[in-house]
């Protein structure tokens, strides 16, 4: 599975959570900030004619208000580009920060339209009291086909869980991508990378 695939798959599944939320328990935890994010996110799909046709303006808008401040972009940058990240500048951290972020973002926006009323099944969380870190563990079920096991790694920080990786099928996320980054700075620098996020941000707009 590719990697704008395994976006798609893995932050559509946070969509899909929403229909769960009403029988989510009322203790905090990793879970519940995933099933409250879902569900604030199809309730505004829901509501909004415009991401439902596609508009990218009207889907980013609502990725930036519900969706980004449960990720850990800077974590999931510098897991993805490896030991690579040590050899960056400071402001090259920050490029690649946001370079990836924005790829993301231009992936998932195409998914919002594609919403389905697909089934998903919460298998639970790992997460035990005082834990700083947690992966929830879900099941997609489409009306059709194979279902996908999608997992949400995440760490608590200042009484917040945010997401660093996404597993669909087993696989990350990050190390999907690991391989593909190192290969670009192998070949081209770190610059080289920063280059090629913004070539693959602007493919995946055009999706």
């Known amino acids: 599975m590719n990697g704008m695939k395994m976006v798609r798959a893995g932050m559509a599944g946070l969509l899909l959570l929403a229909g769960l939320w009403a029988q989510a328990s009322a ?3 990793p879970d519940a900030v995933i099933r409250k994010t879902a569900d604030e ?6 509501a909004d004619k415009a991401i439902q ?6 889907a980013y808008k609502l990725i930036d208000q519900k969706v980004l401040p449960h990720f850990d972009f800077e974590r999931m940058t510098r897991l993805a580009v490896g030991r690579n990240w040590r050899q960056a500048a400071p402001e090259q951290k920050k490029q690649l920060v946001g370079g990836f972020r924005d790829l993301l973002v231009r992936t998932y926006a195409s998914s919002l339209s594609q919403y389905k009323d697909q089934v998903v099944q919460i298998k639970g969380t790992d997460a035990q009291p005082g834990d700083a870190e947690a992966v929830v563990h879900t099941l997609i079920v489409p009306s059709g086909g194979q279902s ?4 949400y790694s995440m760490e608590k920080a200042n009484d917040d869980w945010k997401v660093y990786d996404i597993r669909v099928d087993g696989v990350s996320l990050v190390t999907n991508y690991r391989s593909e980054f190192a290969d670009i700075v192998r070949r081209n620098g770190v610059d080289g990378l920063i280059k090629a996020l913004e070539e693959k941000s602007r493919a995946a707009e055009k999706k």
């Open 27 to 29: 203790v905090a935890g």
């Open 41 to 46: 996110v199809i309730a505004a799909i829901k």
């Open 53 to 58: 046709s596609g508009d990218r303006t009207s």
């Open 148 to 151: 996908i096991p999608i997992d």
